[in-house]
T-cell receptor
Framework: DAGVTQSPTHLIKTRGQQVTLRCSPK?????VSWYQQALGQGPQFIFQ???????QRGNFPDRFSGHQFPNYSSELNVNALLLGDSALYLC?????????????FGDGTRLSIL | AQSVTQLGSHVSVSEGALVLLRCNYS??????LFWYVQYPNQGLQLLLK??????LVKGINGFEAEFKKSETSFHLTKPSAHMSDAAEYFC??????????????FGQGTRLTINP
């Protein structure tokens, strides 16, 4: 039973560039959430996708955007990268209509901005 | 909006000693509460969850937590620490977006160190 998989594991970019991170949910899950974890901090909610639509967004600028595909996989795009975007980006999956089910996390993508 | 406070950013115990990691939450509705563990260079692994029912919740690796509504707390304990327990621990509360949808609000984390 494959868990949540994320790619790439590490990425180095420079300021002003754009980046795309990818996530495949756990088998059977249909909802994907993205979180940003800065060094020494707890994860912060970016947004959640369900049925290929953004269901909720956290306090992140429009430079952060996403997409969900018919197979439930998801992408996180960040434009005009800033030094402050350096963080571990975590993807979590869950069942969309079962509010008591926990979210399952991938190992994350470590993004470094130079 | 919900919030989580973890008391103590760093806790150090001896191997075989009791582990106690503190978590207090703020929620306007009955909360769903979670503890996750993060090992170096890894994502988050669910330790245990509280949704409804029994207030003492048992999780993996010998951990348990007790939901105390009157104290708005959900502290994590383990009777006897093992070296393999060294990791970062996060307490989280569900914030419901719409029916059936939730997002997690995390505390800042507690780094647990085990001394031999």
């Amino acid at each position: 039973d494959a868990g949540v998989t994320q790619s790439p594991t590490h990425l180095i970019k420079t300021r002003g560039q754009q980046v795309t991170l990818r996530c495949s949910p756990k088998s059977g899950h249909d909802t994907v959430s993205w979180y940003q974890q800065a060094l020494g901090q707890g994860p912060q909610f970016i947004f959640q996708y369900y049925e290929e639509e953004e269901r909720q967004r956290g306090n992140f600028p429009d430079r952060f955007s996403g997409h969900q595909f018919p197979n439930y996989s998801s992408e996180l795009n960040v434009n005009a990268l800033l030094l402050g975007d350096s963080a571990l980006y975590l993807c979590a999956s869950s069942f969309g209509d079962r509010d008591y089910q926990p979210q399952h996390f991938g190992d994350g993508t470590r993004l470094s901005i130079l | 909006a919900q919030s989580v406070t973890q008391l103590g950013s760093h806790v150090s115990v001896s191997e075989g000693a009791l582990v106690l990691l503190r978590c207090n939450y703020s929620s306007s509705v009955p909360p769903y509460l979670f503890w996750y563990v993060q090992y170096p260079n890894q994502g988050l692994q669910l330790l245990l969850k509280y949704t409804t029912g029994a207030t003492l919740v048992k999780g993996i690796n010998g951990f348990e937590a007790e939901f105390k509504k009157s104290e708005t707390s959900f502290h994590l304990t383990k009777p006897s620490a093992h070296m393999s327990d060294a990791a970062e621990y996060f307490c989280a509360v569900s914030e419901f977006i719409i029916q059936g949808a939730q997002k997690l609000v995390f505390g800042q984390g507690t780094r647990l160190t085990i001394n031999p």
